[in-house]
DNA sequence: ACTAGCACTCCGGACTTGTGAGTGCTAACA
DNA sequence: TGTTAGCACTCACAAGTCCGGAGTGCTAGT
């Protein structure tokens, strides 16, 4: 009873807080929420949050601000999911129909997220790690060069040069396209290395540097880039908060120039296929500490997975946007399937 | 005579003002750069070139600060070009020598564009109007759907992946292939449509569905596809600027979200060699009246080019940003020519 | 357990003032 | 005629002062 109203003051605190991006006093407070009591009693209750360290004060005689601790609390037990607009279904399925290309899904995606959330929003490239190979390509380009094409059956095309010390016969390129293929079409990437271990034998001595050099970097390809790309969007919503808040812009738009700090901030996204909030300090990426991160993975039918989500300051919508987040995942894993 | 002393007045205002930012007035010019005259005599001049509209003061009693026109003027008549300093060149060198792919020189260049000039970068991929069919790949997915890949002599890869209404069989797809290859191979793209014009007279009726819809593909690529990715970097230096400038870093932001205005920026560039630098108002985008943009088009030997810049405030280095833009455009025209 | 009242704190806006950088003008000078 | 010195004038900006109001914590009363 008691404990209840505290938490109903936790968040009218947050919800206020989130909307007027002011301290929130405790008069306000009883006005705009149909508390059934005095501000005198809610002074007491918020005496007591702030002992427990969920809000905090800028300075005597200001109102209530929430602390990452109460955004925490926030988003664990009091904040629902607010369900999407019928214009923000609408736009999500335009975008539905008219993706070419798993790039183009991944550009729209962005660019879908930024807009209806007003955030920052990332989106990872679907992991090759978990993707299987759907054909594999050798193309001579001159008698030293080759360009290997790898497809993945997630849509993804990678590519890479292969430079040889010695000339390239055609019949000798096309024996290794031809038994490649067989060894690795339609196997899962994580399998590549040991199916590879064994490849190299059934050649002729005569032919190991060119079978050498394409295994090494097709090993390559499925192994070391498990570094995977992260397209970014809507990074004109930071300035949005410019000067009005102690998130001051730069460190924030230096950290989303790195890639791998994307990774980072996306990564290790929840187990399950819930969406996952990290608020303020709990970011593992300095220069963030006044934002937070809301992601959520987004899978293809179980081969392949990657994460997506938003940044924005510690005062966001965590509701809107978790909503968001898990609504466009769902979307994207969908279309990904179809393809 | 005079008028020489008045361009040396504009051409020390400006070099002040881009260092400290700060309006810059009659006695601080004297004293810091050795004019042989009274600070009443720089005044006369400086009302004079107030009047032809070089410099233009903020407020009554403040100092002078250059205006487009000043700026303008500062280019094309009194900026040396500063030469790199030997840290710069040897980042480029360094650069320059392990670049493996053509995504890999894109993105090492616009980082390094960013860390010499301090400024947000901009490099857009080599043109593909203007490059040759180095290879072209047709790969069955499934019995209906099929990717195709092109890949230029600029070490572009394109790829599109084709739906086809009736099954496909091995034998037609590898004939067309074959043909296809013979027909394109090593032409400019520039050629291909009236290439593609008569061939698909080389078919039996029965394959023409299939022929058609890969000729047309094909075709998109190479025309239609005239829209240029382009590469960005170096946005937090926007947020140097933040406050303390007219220059509100939103428009900005939001600009350089739109592939469309990017090509804008970068596009347009001069006919020769030189670097074009617009000013300001000469900018054709709305919102970035108070920025300017250093350009150059780079080149890979005729085959293909495209273009690569900065953007910053108009009160930028302005020498020091086009010697860096020329250098770099120099280096990856060279790079590119080695692949 | 809640509320009313009260004394206290202290931020932030408004207002004032003073200072200094900068200007334009005029008159003297080479 | 071009340059300089001197002077009165303007005005942004910083510092100082003041005051109101929002907000708090505490205590006593319901």
Redesign the pocket.
């Known amino acids: 009873?008691?404990e209840d109203?505290r938490l109903a003051v936790l968040r009218a605190i947050v919800e206020d807080y989130v909307s007027t991006h002011?301290?929130?006093?405790?008069?306000?407070l009883v006005e705009r929420h149909h508390l059934?009591?005095?501000?005198?009693?809610?002074?007491?209750d918020?005496?007591a949050l702030?002992d427990e360290g969920y809000i905090a004060?800028?300075?005597?005689?200001?109102?209530?601000v929430p602390t990452d601790r109460g955004y925490r609390l926030f988003v664990d037990r009091l904040s629902g999911v607010k369900p999407l607009s019928s214009p923000e279904r609408r736009a999500i399925s335009e975008f539905l129909d008219s993706s070419v290309d798993l790039d183009d899904v991944m550009v729209r995606t962005v660019r879908l997220l930024a807009q209806i959330t007003k955030q920052v929003a990332l989106v990872q490239y679907p992991s090759l790690s978990r993707s299987n190979v759907r054909h594999i390509e050798l193309i001579a380009l001159s008698t030293t060069r080759l360009i290997m094409v790898l497809i993945t059956d997630s849509g993804r095309v990678e590519q890479r040069t292969i430079e040889c010390l010695g000339p390239i016969t055609e019949v000798a390129l096309g024996d290794v396209r031809a038994r490649l293929l067989v060894a690795v079409s339609g196997q899962p990437f994580s399998s590549i290395p040991e199916i590879l271990s064994a490849f190299s034998g059934q050649f002729p001595a005569e032919m190991q540097p060119l079978v050498t050099i394409i295994q090494a970097t097709l090993l390559e390809a499925v192994t070391e880039r498990i570094d995977e790309r992260v397209v970014l969007g809507g990074t004109a919503h930071l300035a949005r908060y410019g000067e009005a808040f102690p998130l001051s812009i730069q460190p924030v738009l230096e950290a989303l120039e790195e890639q791998v700090v994307l990774l980072r901030l996306l990564g290790e996204a929840s187990t399950n296929n819930m969406v996952t909030v990290r608020i303020g300090h709990e970011n593992p990426v300095e220069g963030m500490e006044s934002t937070s991160v809301v992601t959520a993975r987004y899978g293809i039918a179980n081969s392949a997975a990657a994460s997506l989500g938003v940044i924005g300051p510690t005062h966001m919508d965590y509701a809107g946007n978790i909503a968001a987040v898990q609504a466009v995942a769902q979307y994207v894993g969908r279309i990904l399937d179809e393809q």
Chains 1, 2 share one sequence.
């Open positions: 009873m008691l109203r002011e301290p929130v006093g405790s008069k306000a059934g009591v005095s501000p005198a009693t809610i002074r007491n918020m005496a702030e004060q800028p300075h005597t005689s200001a109102g209530r």
